[in-house]
């Protein structure tokens, strides 16, 4: 069994910053790349950033200078560090951890967390 856990998110004024953690645990042998994604009402699931097991990141451009992405492969956490937050990030945010087996490979979804950014 794996699982996949965000925290972090929260009510925030415009201008201000959350940071968002997500841990995966259970039977991992090894997380390939992990990612950030954020679904607002009425609106499809788009892609935030993403950072591969080697750190390799890639941001959505209406993110770009504003949010960073680490992760610590020792504790199987990701983070989003989210700075100068506007309405429009207004969403939730779901964390997707590609998770490698001995002889399997499977992406795995938290069940997300609120980000409401107020104006």
């Known amino acids: 069994q794996v699982q996949v856990v965000e925290s972090g998110g929260g009510l925030v004024q415009a201008g201000g910053s959350l940071r968002l953690s997500c841990a995966a645990s259970?039977?991992?042998?090894?997380?390939?790349?992990m990612g950030w994604y954020r679904q607002a009402p009425g609106k499809e699931r788009e892609l935030v950033a993403t950072?591969?097991?080697?750190?390799?990141?890639n941001f959505a451009d209406l993110v770009k200078g504003r949010f960073t992405i680490s992760r610590d492969n020792a504790k199987n956490t990701m983070y989003l560090q989210m700075n100068s937050l506007k309405p429009l990030d207004t969403a939730v945010y779901y964390c997707?951890?590609?998770?490698?087996?001995?002889?399997?490979?499977?992406?795995?979804w938290g069940q997300g967390t609120q980000v409401t950014v107020s104006s």
């Open positions: 259970g039977s991992i042998g090894s997380i390939n790349a």
């Open positions: 997707a951890a590609e998770i490698q087996g001995s002889t399997w490979r499977q992406t795995y």
């Open positions: 950072i591969t097991s080697g750190g390799s990141t």
